[in-house]
T-cell receptor, first 114, second 109 residues
Framework: GAGVSQSPRYKVAKRGQDVALRCDPI?????LFWYQQALGQGPEFLTY????????KSGLPSDRFFAERPEGSVSTLKIQRTQQEDSAVYLC????????????FGDGTRLSIL | AQRVTQPEKLLSVFKGAPVELKCNYS??????LFWYVQYSRQRLQLLLR??SRESIKGFTADLNKGETSFHLKKPFAQEEDSAMYYC???????????FGKGTLLTVNP
């Protein structure tokens, strides 16, 4: 596709449920990032992949958050036992090379935990 | 630690007026600074970066290391400039963007 694609666009879940958010980066992009954007805040870094290797997961807020990119393309962010504070927009971004700018962002997944 | 501060949450100007969106940063080394923009119902996209020193859509931004600022300026605002603007930083050999909280610019007719 022409840009980074994220699905679903909206996700509503009950507290305690597990959710999975998908990111399709631009074809051929090596770097993939996940950001979390709470209401009224700027995006905050969660994790970074270079191809299939997760090189940085320092921004993941708890061990309930897990991300993978097994074949170096599509990535999934999984949140287990969701809490209300997990409600946010989750943004995925990709870039052609490491430290390449700009990072190309997807539309995000708006997650609401009831 | 690196931090980006955008002191104005909201900024409203009239069409044709000058506009300046403020950005201050905290970083001990030499950062790379960016402005990202999100228009209504569109995704976040890069507006400009300090190393390219170019003007995009009439906007410019100069990195002032003494004042640790990277303010975004445009001499004559247009209605289509209405959007959310985020200042962002990459520090050193890092690769992850650190964003400010954003400024919502409204340009009134």
């Amino acid at each position: 596709g022409a840009g980074v694609s994220q699905s679903p666009r909206y996700k509503v879940a009950k507290r305690g449920q597990d959710v999975a958010l998908r990111c399709d980066p631009i074809s051929g992009h090596v770097s993939l990032f996940w950001y979390q954007q709470a209401l009224g805040q700027g995006p905050e870094f969660l994790t970074y992949f270079q191809n299939e290797a997760q090189l940085d997961k320092s921004g993941l807020p708890s061990d309930r958050f897990f991300a993978e990119r097994p074949e170096g393309s599509v990535s999934t962010l999984k949140i287990q036992r969701t809490q209300q504070e997990d409600s946010a927009v989750y943004l995925c971004a990709s870039s052609f090379r490491v430290r390449d700018q700009p990072q190309h962002f997807g539309d995000g997944t708006r997650l609401s935990i009831l | 630690a690196q931090r980006v501060t955008q002191p104005e949450k909201l900024l409203s100007v009239f069409k044709g007026a000058p506009v300046e969106l403020k950005c201050n940063y905290s970083y001990s080394g030499s950062p790379e600074l960016f402005w990202y923009v999100q228009y209504s119902r569109q995704r976040l996209q890069l507006l400009l970066r300090h190393i390219s020193r170019e003007s995009i859509k009439g906007f410019t931004a100069d990195l002032n290391k003494g004042e640790t600022s990277f303010h975004l300026k445009k001499p004559f605002a247009q209605e289509e400039d209405s959007a959310m603007y985020y200042c962002a930083l990459i520090g050193g050999s890092n690769y992850k963007l650190t964003f400010g909280k954003g400024t919502l610019l409204t340009v009134n007719p």
